[in-house]
């Protein structure tokens, strides 16, 4: 049995709405930290689809089956918030190359106002690295079929979700 650390990871994003990517990659961080907090952004420059109750809601179900993973919702300065939470890591996710320069400026600045946090990347399972939430939404917006990409609950709020139809 491996032991895991006392280290409690923060994992910030939109999740709008939370998809298998995202959970894989909570998957994998569980079996590493101690804790590992889901932080649900409330606002941020892109526009969401679900409320955020909404996104922390999908996000809770989906994950509830891992015990050491706590899924909240914050509004302000990340690394105030990572501060609260006692964490010593932000967790991000890397798919692409493409997502490389955006996550390095945010990894800089975040390291720039709090030098105690560590920005740490990890790669979700191959054949989820091309899976953006923009790109569900997208698809299920146009009456496609995204079933593979999220958890049941989350087809079901994308398929009752009238904003989320295209007109
Ligand atoms: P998105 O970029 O899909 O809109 P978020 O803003 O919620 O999603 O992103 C939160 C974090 O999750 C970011 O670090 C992002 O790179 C990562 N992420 C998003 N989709 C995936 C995926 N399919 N696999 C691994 N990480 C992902």
Same mark, same amino acid.
């Given at each position: 049995?491996?032991?895991?650390?006392? =280290?409690?990871?923060?994992?910030?994003?939109?999740?709008?709405?939370?998809?298998?990517?995202?959970?894989?990659? @909570?998957e994998r961080a569980s079996r590493l930290f101690g804790?590992?907090? @889901?932080?649900?952004?409330? %606002?941020?420059?892109?526009?969401?689809? &679900?409320?955020?109750?909404?996104? !922390?809601?999908?996000? /809770?179900? *989906? #994950?509830?089956?891992?015990?050491?993973?706590?899924?909240?919702? &914050?509004? %302000?300065?990340?690394v105030d918030y990572a501060r609260d939470r006692?964490?010593?890591?932000?967790? /991000?996710? $890397?798919?692409? =190359?493409?997502? &490389?320069?955006?996550?390095?400026?945010?990894?800089?600045?975040?390291? /720039?106002?709090?030098?105690? $946090?560590?920005? $740490?990347?990890?790669?979700?399972?191959?054949?989820?690295?091309? #899976?953006?939430?923009?790109?569900? /939404?997208?698809?299920?917006?146009?009456?496609?079929? *995204?079933?593979?990409? !999220?958890?049941?609950? *989350?087809?079901?709020?994308?398929?009752?979700?009238?904003?989320?139809?295209?007109?």
């Amino acid at each position: 049995m491996t032991t895991k650390s006392h =280290v409690t990871a923060v994992y910030p994003g939109t999740f709008d709405p939370i998809t298998n990517g995202h959970a894989d990659l @909570v998957e994998r961080a569980s079996r590493l930290f101690g804790r590992t907090v @889901v932080a649900v952004a409330a %606002g941020s420059s892109k526009r969401s689809i &679900f409320s955020h109750e909404e996104r !922390v809601a999908l996000a /809770r179900t *989906v #994950l509830a089956d891992l015990p050491s993973v706590e899924v909240c919702g &914050f509004d %302000g300065l990340l690394v105030d918030y990572a501060r609260d939470r006692g964490a010593q890591v932000i967790l /991000r996710g $890397l798919r692409a =190359v493409s997502d &490389f320069e955006y996550e390095f400026q945010l990894a800089s600045m975040n390291r /720039r106002l709090c030098p105690s $946090l560590e920005t $740490l990347f990890m790669m979700p399972a191959e054949r989820y690295t091309y #899976l953006s939430a923009s790109l569900v /939404r997208e698809i299920a917006s146009l009456g496609g079929d *995204v079933s593979e990409f !999220v958890h049941s609950s *989350v087809l079901a709020a994308l398929q009752a979700c009238k904003a989320c139809k295209k007109s």
